[in-house]
């Protein structure tokens, strides 16, 4: 079966500065795809970024990186230059080809000191 | 463009009773999942709707769950007779077909006394 594990129930950062969440995973499928979703207080979950198992390059959206490493079945989110707004639940998931259902980490606290 | 709304944001009811979640896809999406948090653990899958049909409840607890989805529009997650180990907040999210990413709803923080 498989699984998501985020390792770090929480994690603090000065604003302006790098922080990496991780995240570990365990399939035996060749496609698939991962996901960090962020959930602010109160808010609705979004996605921060996603990564296709196929591909190589990993994927950045701005102020968000992964680091993905395939053979190691690991998933990390790197936010540089922290902002006050990136505090949130910081979720991992994973989602076979084949079906649409995610499977979640058990989420990471990230609290952004100003 | 309106996003995935869930109804009520919070529901506080006492065991035994009867409660139901109602959801909102954006607009033209086909798929329509319910997953559930319970007790700060992880988010769990509990079903899949493409349009009114059922493609996968492997996730519904038991029986005391009852999805449903009208005309493939909104949906409504029924609990019957709730119990306590029932809290926990209920999402609900969409995407439309071919996307592999879903967008979720705020979410129903449902308290069971």
């Known amino acids: 079966a498989q699984t998501v594990t985020q390792s770090q129930p929480e994690m603090s950062v000065q604003e302006a500065e790098t922080v990496t969440l991780s995240c570990t995973y365990d399939?035996?499928?060749?496609?698939?795809?991962l996901f960090w979703y962020k959930q602010p207080p109160s808010r609705q979950m979004i996605l921060v970024i996603r990564?296709?198992?196929?591909?190589?390059q990993n994927a950045t959206e701005n102020r968000f990186s992964v680091n993905f490493q395939k053979a190691a079945k690991s998933f990390s989110l790197k936010i540089s230059d922290s902002q006050l707004g990136d505090a949130a639940m910081y979720f991992c998931?994973?989602?076979?080809?084949?079906?649409?259902?995610?499977?979640f980490g058990s989420g990471t606290r990230l609290l952004v000191r100003p | 463009e309106a996003g995935v709304t869930q109804f009520p944001s919070h529901s506080v009811i006492e065991k035994g009773q009867t409660v139901t979640l109602r959801c909102d896809p954006i607009?033209?999406?086909?798929?329509l999942y319910w997953y559930r948090r319970v007790m700060g653990k992880e988010i769990k899958f509990l079903l899949h709707?493409?349009?009114?049909?059922?493609?996968?409840e492997s996730g519904m607890p038991n029986n005391r769950f009852l999805a449903e989805r009208t005309g493939g529009t909104y949906s409504t997650l029924k609990v019957q007779p709730a119990e306590l180990e029932d809290s926990g907040v209920y999402f609900c999210?969409?995407?439309?077909?071919?996307?592999?990413?879903?967008?979720f709803g705020q979410g129903t923080r449902l308290t069971v006394v």
């Open positions: 990564q296709e198992a196929y591909k190589q």
């Open positions: 399939t035996s499928e060749s496609d698939y795809y």
């Open positions: 999210a969409s995407s439309p077909p071919g996307l592999a990413e879903a967008f």
């Open positions: 607009s033209g999406h086909d798929n």
């Open positions: 998931a994973y989602r076979m080809d084949s079906s649409y259902k995610l499977i």
């Open positions: 709707f493409v349009k009114e049909s059922k493609q996968d």
